[in-house]
């Protein structure tokens, strides 16, 4: 299937490493070009050469802190300024720490909302006049199966992909009569670098392995593995196409059955 992305232009944030990266990639291979963000200038640069090198197609690496207003605005300039224009926004960042409501700070609350949901919010305020002026955009926020069945120990997260979602879905209204779509992506339990960590951090706290605690998520999932990056990628590229043209608004997991709910 050709998605139609070969002359698009494809931002992604916190693109280094897991999903943001296995999303770049998948784009790439369609043959987008890409503005990619992260805040390890070392790693970002090395994966942009990656994936320019496989994909044969033009990568543009650009360090940033997407918890920081003038990092987006000078990633969304270099992007303009070396493309002529930014087609498709992909929103991620790292997720927030793990926690219970006692347990988690007024500092550690603004961070979050900085990091999960403003920096969504600005990467989207800062494509969105050319997406309106071209009458065509993709934006795509990865948040968590947290929005649909929330998930133990993660208030934060659980909180503020929430938000996300509220906002994604009254943008989609805002957006859609100029041929523009908002969709939301869901990872499940995918194995990534947050995963792993998330993975020892429970172990440790409850005496086991971090490979026993992984099959405790494994029991849960009803095709019973961990999904791969890869995996959730192909649904954030389908989304970036041409081909869904007629999708806005919505919020799809890719968990392997992991929500229990029939929505």
Known sequence: MDLG??????LVAASSQGLGRAV???LAAEGASLVLCARDAKTLDQTAAAIAERSNTRVLAVPADVTIT?????????????????????T????????????????????????????AVELTRQVLPGMKERRWGRILN????????PVENLLLSNSLRAG?????RTLANEVAAEGITVNNVLPGYTRTERLEDLAHMMAEKQGISASEFR??????????RLGEPHEFAAVVAFLASERASYITGTSIQVDGGWIKSLL
Do not use: Y
């Open 70 to 90: 003038d990092d987006i605005k000078r990633v969304v300039s270099a992007g303009n300024e070396r493309f002529g224009r930014i087609d498709i926004l992909v």
């Open 215 to 224: 099959g405790k998520w494994e029991k849960e999932i009803p095709m019973g």
């Open 142 to 149: 990865i948040t968590s199966i947290a929005v649909k069945q």
């Open 164 to 168: 996300l979602t509220g906002f994604a």
């Open 5 to 10: 992305l070969k002359d698009k232009v494809a």
């Open 92 to 119: 991620n960042a790292g997720g927030p720490p793990a926690g219970r409501f006692e347990q988690l700070t007024h500092e550690q609350w603004e961070h979050a909302i900085r990091l999960t949901l403003l920096s």
């Open 24 to 26: 770049a990639e998948e």
